[in-house]
């Protein structure tokens, strides 16, 4: 079989959601969004890859995003040595960057073959995958008078499965060449202190031609870390929009 690489670039319209706490004992968890002011819709950058050859491939992706706020204090609350009261104002940021890897087999094509032809217009396939991927965040809380700032990276491995459909377009419309669904499910967690994650995501891509589509796709990432007193459980969930060249 051929060696074949995809390769989709975009935008993740995204928003930061999940609890944070930092502090000794049980600090008690804030929530990213309505606690901390992270409420904006963030663009961040996406590019994905997959490179194949028969039934095995690699898939790649990374990203990177920045989201801040500001807010005042509604309740009493403390965030490493700032202590809030209500009506202090305070503002956040959350920066992240990712990377991951998954090895993925297409264990089984009920439909019969591996790829769409005029003869075979509908291919079905379906399999496992494990995964790795190493996440950086970088936290910050400022009042008037104070400023505490956390940063850490982590490593996560899952096992998981995907599903991708494809149908040939040609014999209905002049324009579209075929359609691919995907779908995709995978849990685990950090192999070195635990905690866990797990992600999702579908979506359809449309080719125009054999290499080219426009892609339309959602993801969802939920992690629970840890380092110190600092404690995450952030999840990252929006549409992954981008351009698809298959060569």
Not at 45 to 66: P, Q
Not at 76 to 81: D, K, L, N, T, Y
Not at 104 to 125: F, I, K, S
Not at 173 to 196: E, H, K, Y
Request: aromatic share 12%.
């Amino acid at each position: 079989p051929e060696l074949t690489f995809v390769f989709t670039p975009g935008v993740w319209l995204m928003r930061v959601r999940g609890t944070a706490s930092n502090g000794p004992g049980n600090a008690p968890e804030l929530q990213l969004d309505t606690q901390l002011g992270l409420t904006d819709l963030v663009t961040a950058f996406r590019g994905e890859a997959v490179i194949s050859r028969g039934d095995l491939s690699v898939w790649i992706a990374g990203s990177t995003l920045s989201s801040s706020g500001s807010r005042t204090a509604d309740e009493f609350a403390r965030w490493g040595s700032i202590a809030l009261a209500p009506g202090d104002r305070f503002s956040s940021s959350f920066d992240m960057s990712f990377v991951a890897s998954e090895a993925r087999w297409e264990a089984w094509t009920p439909l019969g073959e591996a790829t769409v032809t005029e003869r075979n217009p509908l291919r079905l396939g379906l399999g496992p995958h494990v995964g790795i991927s190493w996440i950086d965040i970088d936290q910050t809380v400022t009042t008037a008078l104070q400023e505490v700032s956390n940063g850490g990276s982590w490593w996560t491995v899952w096992g998981g499965g995907q599903l991708e459909f494809e149908f040939d377009m040609k014999r209905f419309v002049s324009w579209i060449d075929s359609i691919r669904v995907q779908a995709t499910a995978g849990l685990g967690g950090r192999p070195s202190n635990g905690g866990f994650m797990w992600h999702a995501g579908g979506g359809a891509e449309v080719f125009f031609t054999p290499h080219l589509a426009a892609s339309i796709q959602y993801r969802y990432e939920k992690y629970t870390l840890e380092d110190g007193d600092w404690n995450l459980s952030p999840n990252f969930q929006g549409l992954f929009l981008g351009a698809t060249i298959r060569f």
